[in-house]
């Protein structure tokens, strides 16, 4: 069984700055292509960003600008840098193995002041 599990949410002021991370139990973890998404309430589950394989960041494009995907393969991590936050940024955030069922339990981010 594969775990992920997220940390690094909280309650943060508008224009502010969060650094989520995603850390995995799963083996050969650079082959997995590896995502953050984000869910609202009354909202649907939304991609973020994704790293692939290769090491190739690729980001929603609604998502570009103001968020940084990255990863450490020795520490198993995928990292997201969020800058100049927003109250609308406000979700659960989570992580996920793309094309598998695997999926982290998500980190709360509320954005007020």
């Known amino acids: 069984q594969v775990q992920l599990v997220e940390s690094g949410g909280g309650l943060v002021q508008p224009g502010g700055s969060l650094r989520l991370s995603c850390t995995t139990s799963?083996?050969?973890?650079?082959?997995?292509?590896v995502g953050w998404y984000r869910q609202s309430p009354g909202n649907e589950r939304d991609m973020i960003a994704s790293?692939?394989?290769?090491?190739?960041?690729i980001y929603a494009d609604s998502m570009k600008g103001r968020f940084t995907i990255s990863r450490n393969i020795p520490k198993k991590t995928v990292s997201l840098q969020m800058n100049n936050l927003k109250p609308e940024d406000t979700a659960v955030y989570y992580c996920?193995?793309?094309?598998?069922?695997?999926w982290g339990q998500g980190t709360q981010v509320t954005v007020s002041s």
């Open positions: 996920h193995l793309l094309r598998t069922k695997y």
């Open positions: 790293i692939t394989m290769g090491g190739e960041a």
């Open positions: 799963a083996r050969d973890f650079s082959l997995y292509e």
